[in-house]
């Protein structure tokens, strides 16, 4: 959108968290709700993004959104309220002619459409500003939007200031709001800090535009993309709607979903089609799944590539930097981290692969582990195109083992195996024979006792 500057709000205290983390760094399907708010911003193709952080974020700012798009960053040095954080980007935005558009960061799960929608509603008719409103199923404890009998807005009334007949009203403020960037600045300064709270509510802006005899608009949004998430209750239940949004777009994407409600995905989850996801997986952010593949019940993925015809599980667990080849299986009970495993290759059972590469169409018995951990040091394991690991192995790492090479079972592998060789490490096998016949002729009771 041209003529448009975003500004994202992200420097409140949000003490009803309860946490030590700020509020704003809380995952919302994988990826703190800053950076949800901050893609949005960036969706709609402004001039220019602002973010107001509070001094605990003023470090990390940068790194923010992966840098997926470019903003400025503005320090608010002490929460005093919205409309202070708004007039912290002055010296960026007083001479911007065109729309600024509010944000808060605490409000991760608005459409595009409904925040391009809200900016028209402005425009339309050249409003001073426009708010978004909604009707939530529990208005609770936020702002209420008091309308003129022209549809337009009179006021906003913070919960901590409504009267009983104020707090009656089921028409709430969302909190995104686009203001004339020639008339924001101006009424900013015109709003003071005398009210419950003792803060700048940028929520004032409205009445003081209306005094100025400036009008408001209203444009309304589905209660799902807006409510705003202050304490874990409200986090949780931003989650719920989150997940039913990933699944349904996975689902209509070409994947079957066996029991959707259990399906927890993260917003970059990458799904092709005919995957299959059963019940209780988890999908943790970084998973590209492509077409084919099989995710079965209790599995747990995250930073991994799982290539075509795949199956995994069921109770695997993916961790990051992962590669599964096309067809590849990872089984029950098996962990795999940091490793290549190629076309075709099966760690079905009880494993632990880490640091490791596995070769195309290698076998990994049940039980085997690549040590590669000495306490100090990671170390690699390389594992040859067609190798057989036996069952109960264990491979030291650093180590090789050959393409087409053996490995008896419950070995200890701590020296490179050469292509095509046969290698056992472990104790040989002996046997007396008759020994146990002989043994329970004496532990008989009145047997023999020598
Ligand atoms: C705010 C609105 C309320 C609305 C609700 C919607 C005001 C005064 N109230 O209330 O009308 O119904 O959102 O969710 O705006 N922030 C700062 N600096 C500050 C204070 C807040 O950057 O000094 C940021 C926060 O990080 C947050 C956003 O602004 O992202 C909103 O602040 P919050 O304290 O959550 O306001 P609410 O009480 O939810
Ligand atoms: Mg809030």
Redesign the pocket.
């Known amino acids: 959108m041209s003529g448009l500057a975003c500004v994202v709000?992200?420097?409140?205290?949000?003490t009803r968290m309860r946490s030590a983390l700020p509020?704003?760094l809380h995952p919302v399907g994988g990826r703190p709700m800053i950076e949800h708010v901050l893609a949005h911003a960036w969706a709609l193709l402004p001039e220019r993004v602002v973010l107001?952080v509070?001094p605990e974020l003023e470090g990390t700012a940068g790194g923010f959104g992966g840098c997926a798009g470019s903003f400025d960053c503005v320090v608010?040095n002490e929460?005093?309220?919205?409309a202070?954080?708004v007039a912290q980007t002055r010296p960026l935005l007083e001479d911007f002619g065109g729309d600024v558009l509010v944000l808060?960061?605490?409000?991760p799960l608005v459409r595009i459409e409904t925040l391009a929608g809200l900016v028209r509603a402005r425009r339309n008719g050249d409003r001073t500003a426009a708010v978004l409103g909604f009707r939530p199923a529990d208005p609770a404890?936020?702002?209420r939007l008091v309308l003129n009998s022209d549809g337009t807005l009179e006021r906003?009334v913070?919960?901590a200031e409504a009267s009983e007949a104020e707090c009656a009203v089921t028409l709430?403020?969302?909190?995104m709001m686009a203001v004339d960037g020639r008339r924001l600045f101006p009424l900013l300064d015109a709003i003071g800090d005398d009210n419950a709270k003792g803060?700048y509510?940028?929520?004032d802006l409205p009445a003081i535009a209306a005094a100025q005899g400036g009008a408001c608009a209203v444009a309304e949004a589905p209660a799902d993309e807006?409510?705003?998430i202050?304490d874990r209750a409200e986090l949780a239940l931003a989650e719920r709607i989150l997940q039913e949004r990933l699944r349904h777009a996975a689902m209509v994407g070409g994947a079957t979903l066996t029991d959707p409600s259990t399906v927890w995905l993260s917003v970059d989850t990458r799904i092709g089609r005919d995957v299959t996801i059963g019940p209780n997986v988890a999908v943790g952010p970084r998973v590209v799944i492509e077409d084919g593949v099989e995710i079965r019940p209790f599995s747990h993925l995250e930073g991994v590539r799982v290539r075509k015809q795949a199956v995994i599980g069921p109770f695997a667990r993916l961790r990051p930097g992962c590669d599964i080849g096309k067809g590849a299986r990872v089984g029950n009970f098996v962990e795999v981290k940091n490793s290549t495993v190629e076309q075709g290759a099966k760690i079905n059972h009880l494993s632990y692969v880490g640091d490791a590469g596995v070769g195309a169409g290698a076998n990994i018995g049940a039980g085997t582990i690549t040590c590669n951990y000495d306490g100090y040091e990671k170390s690699r394991t390389e594992i040859g195109e067609g190798a057989f690991i036996g069952s109960n192995t264990a491979l030291v790492a650093p180590v090789t083992v050959g393409p087409g090479a053996v490995v008896g079972a419950g070995s200890v592998i701590t020296e490179d195996v050469e292509a095509d060789a046969i290698a056992v490490a472990r104790g040989e096998q002996r046997q007396r024979e008759g020994a146990a016949a002989r043994r329970r002729e004496r532990r008989r009771p009145g047997g023999t006792q020598d």
Do not use: F, R, S, W
Request: aromatic share 8%; net charge negative.
């Open positions: 709000l992200a420097a409140g205290k949000g509020k704003v107001v509070g608010q929460p005093l309220g919205t202070h954080a808060y960061a605490d409000t404890a936020y702002g906003i913070e919960h709430c403020n969302a909190g803060e509510y940028l929520t807006v409510m705003g202050n």
